[in-house]
């Protein structure tokens, strides 16, 4: 990977800012950065943390600086992924499987390392979903589902034009190899590595023995279909609900032309990650000791 070493600019950094520890350690982050002579942006919805410089702009940065837990990460993206701007995660959640590094007492020593010696890009898939006429970017997962008012639906999965299943469930759900260790690895389905060049694609809860997860190639195009009588469904893109879904409406899917970049002070170990993070192979571990 080209390392990267970020001339003087401004810095982005994207907060949870209802939680204490993450906003300690954005203003413990806000120093790392001028110390290191770059200037401060923040959103107009954290404005109020009082840490930015005057006259800087978020989508100007040179390295976003996320601090909190995985889902200040993803919503981050939403920002940095159309300007092309790496993410640096601090972690102050609970897992931080997406995070670079975690602010555990404000240790920033890693921040400052990256400011000082520069970084590598990792680059990962996105999706791309589009309905009624509007595009919703993910860094993990694409989801249809029923809410919990509505009765199981009928959805049907196409694959390059081609009907793959018409499936009774409560949802189906579309993930990168980023996503494929979050909501999708918990309804069954299996681990990607990012470096495969691939998509997962699981129903959930579905109402038939058979059903399994598909892994297609990244250049599918996914058609996910809404059966005639569907009532109370909705698209969620990382998350987020960003709109209902009526009878007869198809969500279609792509890979991303847009992908999201990572800043990495080192390259990623991805098995040592899921060993700390998921514990990935620990029943073995705990076999050998014993």
Known sequence: MQRIRPEMGT?????DATREHARSTAAAAARTIREAGFRVALGEEQRGLALA???TA???SVLLVTIGGDGTLLRAAQIAGPHGIPLFGINTGRLGFLTETDGKGENLSHLAAILRDGFSVDERVALRASVHGRHHLALNEIVVRRTQDSHMTP???FVDGKEAAVVP???????TPTGSTGYFLSAGGPILSPAVAALGIIALLPHTLFTRPLVVPDTSEIALLCDAETVGVVLEADGRSVGPLHAGDRVEIVRS???VRFARGAPLDFFTLLEDKLRWNAPLKERERG
């Open 257 to 259: 032309p847009i992908n």
């Open 11 to 15: 810095i982005g950094l994207f907060v």
């Open 58 to 60: 978020l989508e100007e």
């Open 155 to 157: 959805f049907g999965i």
């Open 53 to 55: 410089d005057d006259g």
């Open 169 to 175: 469930a409560d949802g189906v759900v579309v993930a």
